[in-house]
């Protein structure tokens, strides 16, 4: 990465950590730092030296590396199991989400859970209904069984399409991995599962490739 590079990436993050919360002075008094110093990196213009970049990570609990552009979220807490299971960050930050929320059992007030969760109050309201979802994942993947499940469901959200190319009419799922695909006669897809596969399975298709990009 060239040093323009750096730069941008070191700005648009530290920006990030700011947003909402302090306004550029006050984030650079919270680490230590002159205010016009603080203004030439958000303005690309000046590139942050060992000294800053420690005060950072220590004052916002974040890795210099995520600073620096190396990983794509703050800490390598999420990079790591990102890298390890293939789960994308956002999927990695809900089921951490979750498994704090049940972990941390019933609460006396809707105070004391907004004291909790914090900023991510609004995203646990949204999520509260599914608390089961570790659980869930748990028991489908210690076994055949449950990885079979799994295998089903990627290949209801990937999608389907009809195959008119044989002598009868089949039915083509394919899976959520790549290159993979599994074919059977059209009448043994029950009418309810094809009519889920057809309502769902463009916008989830279209969902999952967007976040690939």
């Not at 990436?9 to 680490?31: H, M, P, Y």
């Not at 990079?79 to 006396?108: H, M, W």
Request: hydrophobic share 40%; net charge negative; glycine share 8%.
């Amino acid at each position: 990465m060239d040093i323009a590079k750096l730069r941008h990436v070191f700005s648009t993050r530290i920006r990030k950590l700011r947003e909402g919360k302090l306004n550029q002075g006050e984030f650079a008094d919270s680490v230590g730092i002159s205010r016009g110093a603080m203004s030439y990196y958000e303005q690309e213009s000046r590139t942050p030296d060992i000294g800053v970049l420690r005060a950072i990570c220590v004052k916002y609990n974040v890795s210099a590396d995520y600073l620096l552009g190396i990983i794509p979220d703050p800490n390598h807490q999420v990079a790591d199991v990102c890298q390890e299971t293939g789960l994308s960050p956002d999927a990695v930050k809900t089921l951490n989400l979750l498994t704090r929320l049940i972990n941390a059992g019933e609460f006396p007030t809707k105070e004391h859970m907004a004291d909790t969760f914090g900023d991510e109050l609004l995203d646990v309201f949204r999520i509260s209904p599914f608390t089961s979802v570790p659980e869930v994942l748990n028991i489908l993947l210690r076994d055949d069984e449950g990885l079979s499940l799994l295998t089903m469901l990627g290949a209801v959200i990937t999608g389907a399409e009809v195959d008119t190319g044989g002598k009868e009419i089949q039915i083509r799922i394919k899976s959520a991995a790549k290159n993979f695909q599994i074919t059977v006669p059209v009448e043994d897809i029950t009418p309810a599962l094809w009519v889920n596969i057809q309502s769902h399975a463009d916008d989830m298709r279209k969902k999952f490739q967007a976040g690939e990009e």
